[in-house]
């Protein structure tokens, strides 16, 4: 595998649900980013991480937990969404924090 | 916080034209990126450009610093162009990544 990845590329999940998305960068960067994409709305930043810790959360609710275990990997941990949840989650790293960034290809994820 | 402006928001070619996407930001930044999201919805680097140009093939990018704009450049478009084009500022002062909302770029066969 090269670049970023993420698994599962495609979610459906029910309100009640906990699912896990998982990030994986073969770059040996040490930042990543969780981003949250809606229809018609620019991207939003919701965590950073940086060199395995959190540096930036920007007011997103709790019913998204972050996890960065090493500096290769990155999850989000999804309990209790609602409807509005619903959107394109894209992982991206880079060496540094505000360097350049490097996309996954993103998971598309329903909430019933 | 900082302002990202991308325009035109839409842009409707025919296949062989040349374009023009322009991304204005309301302070200085530190760097500058440019993407291409296809419609599979992969965000694909096209330029890290904080100032001057760069050219790769048939894209190319200018950015101004001073003037506080960037132009990204696309001759003899192709459908595979299409997408959605996005420009993303770092503002000097602190590592936070702004998008711009994108500009939809439809290439017609």
């Known amino acids: 595998e090269t670049g970023v990845t993420q698994t599962p590329r495609h979610l459906v999940m029910g309100m009640t649900n906990k699912k896990s998305l998982k990030c994986e960068q073969h770059?040996?960067?040490?930042?990543m980013y969780w981003y949250k994409q809606s229809a018609k709305k620019p991207l939003e930043l919701m965590f950073v991480y940086s060199l395995e810790e959190r540096v930036e959360n920007n007011s997103v609710p709790s019913r998204f937990s972050p996890e960065c275990p090493n500096s290769s990997h990155l999850f989000l941990h999804l309990h209790t969404l609602q409807p509005e949840d619903s959107a394109l989650y894209l992982c991206?790293?880079?060496?540094?924090?505000?360097?350049?960034?490097?996309f996954g290809p993103g998971t598309r994820l329903t909430v019933l | 916080g900082i302002q990202v402006e991308q325009s035109p928001p839409d842009l409707i070619l025919q296949e062989g034209a040349n374009s023009t996407l322009r991304c204005n930001f309301s302070?200085?930044?530190?760097?500058l990126q440019w993407f291409h999201q296809n419609p599979w919805g992969q965000l694909i680097n096209l330029f890290y450009?904080?100032?001057g140009t760069k050219q790769n093939g048939r894209l190319s990018a200018t950015t101004v610093a001073t003037e506080r704009y960037s132009l990204l450049y696309i001759s003899s478009s192709q459908t595979t162009d299409s997408g959605v084009y996005f420009c993303a500022v770092e503002r000097v002062g602190d590592d936070k990544i702004i998008f711009g909302k994108g500009t939809r770029l439809h290439i017609l066969p």
């Open positions: 450009i904080p100032s």
């Open positions: 991206a790293s880079s060496q540094g924090r505000g360097r350049e960034q490097f």
């Open positions: 302070d200085s930044v530190n760097n």
């Open positions: 770059l040996g960067h040490n930042a």
